[in-house]
């Protein structure tokens, strides 16, 4: 049964930094590309960033790329987004998710920031950016 808890969220000021955890138990990381989700009050939910199973392979929205990164360590079975310059509209509910390895790199790096091509939810970690 796979179980995926996200952790780190948490009140920053704006041009802070927060690094959200995403630990992975009951299978390995090394075989699940992981995505990082976020979703403000009132609002969709939208990818963020993602990191294929081997981790050659990540993407980020347009709104974030320079400031965040995504990593992950397949020691620990644990995902990382490294998030910097926080920003008021960076404040959301964080969410991470896995896509399940029976699908490809194809399907990874063309669905990445969908959350239906996901199969696999965390609970989510609130970060609220505000002075």
């Known amino acids: 049964h796979l179980q995926l808890v996200e952790s780190g969220g948490g009140l920053v000021q704006p041009g802070g930094s927060l690094t959200l955890s995403c630990k992975l138990s009951?299978?390995?990381?090394?075989?699940?590309?992981i995505g990082w989700f976020r979703q403000a009050p009132g609002k969709e939910r939208e990818g963020v960033s993602c990191?294929?199973?081997?981790?050659?392979?990540?993407n980020y929205r347009d709104s974030v790329k320079g400031r965040f990164i995504i990593s992950k360590d397949n020691a620990k079975n644990t995902a990382y987004l490294q998030m910097n310059s926080l920003k008021p509209e960076d404040a959301a509910t964080y969410y991470c998710?896995?896509?399940?390895?029976?699908?490809?790199?194809?399907?990874?790096?063309?669905?990445?920031?969908?959350?239906?091509?996901?199969?696999?939810w965390g609970q989510g970690t609130q970060v609220t950016v505000s002075s």
């Open positions: 990191i294929s199973s081997r981790g050659n392979f990540t």
């Open positions: 998710a896995a896509i399940d390895p029976m699908y490809g790199s194809t399907y990874v790096e063309s669905r990445w920031y969908d959350e239906q091509a996901y199969d696999y």
């Open positions: 009951g299978f390995t990381l090394d075989r699940y590309a």
